[in-house]
């Protein structure tokens, strides 16, 4: 795979806090200044939290309008994606992205195929949390989104089931143009980083990667691999995933280590670096669009 460009996806946040990591950008400011610095260091597309994930509808647009309306009167071309809002209903989890699209150019959007056990450690080791649920009706309501939007699905595999329903939908022919698989492996400190032992999905060894490869056998869908509560560079698969053709998703999102606080932009650094060592350049935002066949921009409804 030497010579085929690599996408750098950078999930600048999440629901992370400033105690975590300072350099975690929560306000419209900060995350266009974020997002610019990450463009600039070789990042294709920027998946972004707005302030508050308990926003739901327009207050939720409204925050995240705040910052990407500049995002993108500065940088059009730029790929970019929201995350989901924490509500019950399909309607309600899926209202914001409506609005946004009709608001501004959104060529992707997330797509969470399955439920899983997300936790940390209580005062005995033992894991507690809850169920992240997405229904089959939930992932019909999503995909169908994609479809109806034209916009191409980010697809996060929290666990191997999650890829089984991905390819269900594949081999149905009703897979919408432009997706995307993203494995999720489960590093040490987990989802929430609030202590180690407790985590989700398979951890980040070449043989769990290898495995998720024989799923994808006979697919041509592009994929990419993150390690969350860990770091990605010191973990076997983010070398192999080049090596396989792979593609890579960093960010503070996800990086938890324990004792080291980097930017969003020094964790791009090192991952342009090992595409460098691999052979492998680092896509343009427009080389990423191509990459994975997304449908063109459509003109928003709002400025139609």
């Not at 792979?246 to 938890?256: A, P, R």
Request: charged residues 20%; aromatic residues 8%; hydrophobic residues 40%.
């Amino acid at each position: 795979m030497s010579g085929d460009a690599v996408i750098i996806e950078a999930a600048i946040n999440g629901v992370g806090t400033k105690k975590r990591n300072p350099n975690i950008p929560k306000q419209p400011d900060e995350i266009v200044a974020e997002s610019f610095a990450c463009l600039d260091a070789g990042a294709a597309i920027i998946h972004a939290h707005n302030s508050n994930i308990r926003l739901v509808g327009q207050e939720a647009v409204d925050d995240y309008l705040a910052a990407w309306h500049r995002i993108l009167a500065d940088r059009p071309d730029t790929l970019w994606y929201a995350t989901g809002v924490a509500a019950a209903s399909l309607p309600d989890r899926i209202r914001h992205l409506e609005l946004l699209a009709d608001a501004l150019p959104m060529r992707m959007c997330y797509v969470d195929p399955g439920s899983t056990n997300l936790g940390f450690p209580d005062e005995d080791g033992i894991p507690k949390g809850a169920v992240y649920q997405n229904t089959y009706d939930d992932i019909r309501g999503f995909f169908g989104l994609c479809a109806e939007r034209q916009m191409g699905p980010a697809i996060a595999i929290y666990e191997p089931g999650w890829l089984q329903t991905t390819l269900a939908y594949h081999r149905a022919g009703k897979l919408p143009r432009g997706a995307m698989v993203k494995f999720y492996f489960g590093g040490e400190w987990g989802m929430y980083a609030r202590g180690t032992g407790v985590t989700f999905g398979l951890p980040p060894t070449a043989n769990a990667l290898l495995a998720y490869l024989d799923m994808l056998d006979g697919t041509d869908l592009p994929w990419s691999l993150s390690v969350w509560g860990g770091d990605l560079m010191a973990t076997p698969v983010g070398r192999l995933a080049l090596e396989k053709g792979g593609h890579l998703h960093v960010g503070l999102e996800e990086f938890y280590s324990g004792d080291r606080h980097p930017t969003n932009v020094e964790l791009i650094d090192e991952a342009t670096a090992l595409c460098a060592e691999v052979g492998r350049p680092v896509a343009t935002c427009a080389e990423a669009a191509d990459i994975l066949d997304l449908p063109p921009v459509l003109v928003p409804s709002s400025t139609a």
